[in-house]
């Protein structure tokens, strides 16, 4: 495609998005459309997919892409929490190719992978086309697009990530309600804006997990543990539950129960609540099960309320995933929730 069809067509997405945004949710006063000058200047830089050893797919629900999230064998990589000690929030440090250090927050509600505008230009991040392959979040409300890049090497500790897939939100200011921050004015209560004041240049979704044997949250010890090739053997004794892994829209999910009703729950890894439902049967669910792992008197919150996408889906936060080590376990597609080692400390 010429590269001035190619802007163009590119401009009217993201006038859309703008347009949307007006009649939509006010947007945080630092968060700011490309201008024109920036928008042509970030597209002069995109390069064919293959030049990557990239396959760009279609699919109703966005750019399907296989090559990236390359990892060498027998690697694993210990990422400490870098949210507050009086937070559960999954936060954690990333770099690229230099030694500055960029926070992440690790987001398993998200089927792909985010980045703030000036993080991804100060990360060597380099947009995919022609044409481009833009995509817009799902999982929360959001009206701004992000478009497909690479980024060359990202680094977890001592563990490498090449050919990195993100994408690069097109919008001036942070990610915004990707990180679930929302403005003041949005409705949201200040109990609410106080629990989302979060700063995170990074979103790392399912695509980018799914790249590992497994990912562990090790909520109550405040780290996170990737392992490239090796699986996964939770502790006899510590073990609560395995769940089959399932994937809805891309996102990980399982299958349980609310008050004996069938479900399909997403696991949403930062979710500052324990249960969301776009339809509550009332306050709290007498009992959650999900296999052999079951909550009592949970909280639910409606899913509008928290300005989050996929209402179809029922939710399970971190206040009640808070109380786990809970592993993503690829190799074997099942999700492991165990109680920690006391004697690990934490």
Known sequence: MHMSRFFCWCSAILLGASLLSGCATPRPVEEQPLT???????????QDPRQFWLTVYGSDAGPVVSGGNRLHANRFATAPFVSSRQS???????????????????????????VDFETAHAIGAIPLGTPPFPMQAEHVNDTNFGFLSAVSRLRIEDLHIDTALLYIRAVNGPLGALIRNYPSDSGATGRTRAANNIDASLVLGCDFIKAFAFVQIDYPNRDIIFSTTTSYHPSDKMLVATLPLHEKDGIFAFRGTIDGEPEIFLLDSVGDYEIAMAYPPG???RRVSLGDLSFSNAAITPIKDLHLGLPQYPRIGRKLLSRYRITIDRSNRVVHFERPDSSEGG
């Open 36 to 46: 024109r000058e920036q928008l042509h200047a970030f597209f002069q830089q995109a």
């Open 283 to 285: 306050s709290h669910a």
């Open 88 to 114: 559960t929030l999954p936060l954690i440090n990333i770099r690229s190719r230099h030694p500055v250090e960029y926070t992440a927050m690790l987001d398993t509600s998200s089927r792909a992978s985010w």
